[in-house]
Antibody
């Protein structure tokens, strides 16, 4: 059974850093494309970042240069290092597995339960 | 403002049929990219509902169906049930943005009267 469990969220001051983790089971993270998607309180979904099985990474313009996606193959875990955090980064962060045959057809077939990040002084 | 436009809310009585629209542009839906739909029950994570415009994952009732035409897509729910009350999001890909850019609609809250 596929399962994704996020952790690492919490309260952080503006300008601070936080690292989110997403432990996967039931499949191999390094063989799949994995993403982070966030949802600000009361708002819609926003794609944040993706790491392809080959290691290429991409980011939404809103987080480019501040967030870094990575994975630990032996731990079967996905990470999101978030630096220079801003109030507008406050959101529930979900990790999700990406599935599909091409970038224009990719979708998110499994989601974790999410972890809340609050950026406030 | 979301790249894909959805109505903020729709409602229907039990047993009725409702549709949720998702309007894009020539750089996303109109460019031929697939549209996918997610259901988010209150307080839970999104769940894949429809993929590849009109395909249902295993376990999703056939009361849910998706379609796409031109620069828009639609999600239809027939035989509305109380447990369908949730937020629904469409998702596609946008080629006008740099890198890999998947985009979502702003979401539609479905109320079962």
């Amino acid at each position: 059974e596929v399962q994704l469990v996020e952790s690492g969220g919490g309260l952080v001051q503006p300008g601070g850093s936080l690292r989110l983790s997403c432990a996967a089971s039931g499949f191999t993270v390094s063989s799949n494309y994995m993403s982070w998607v966030r949802q600000a309180p009361g708002k819609g979904l926003e794609w944040v970042s993706v790491i392809y099985s080959g290691g290429s990474t991409y980011y939404a313009d809103s987080v480019k240069g501040r967030f870094t996606i990575s994975r630990h193959n032996s731990k079967n875990t996905l990470y999101l290092q978030m630096n220079s955090l801003r109030a507008e980064d406050t959101a529930v962060y979900y990790c999700a597995r990406v599935f599909g045959i091409a970038a224009g057809a990719y979708y998110f077939d499994y989601w974790g339960q999410g972890t809340l990040v609050t950026v406030s002084s | 403002q979301s790249v894909l436009t959805q109505p903020p809310s729709v409602s229907g009585a039990p047993g009725q049929r409702v549709t949720i629209s998702c309007t894009g542009s020539s750089s996303n839906i109109g460019a031929g990219y697939d549209v996918h739909w997610y259901q988010q029950l209150p307080g839970t994570a999104p769940k894949l509902l429809i993929y590849g415009n009109s395909n249902r994952p295993s376990g999703v009732p056939d009361r849910f169906s998706g379609s796409k035409s031109g620069t828009s897509a639609s999600l239809a729910i027939t035989g509305l049930q109380a447990e369908d009350e949730a937020d629904y999001y469409c998702q596609s890909y946008d080629s006008s943005l740099s890198g890999s850019n998947w985009v979502f609609g702003g979401g539609t809250k479905l109320t079962v009267l």
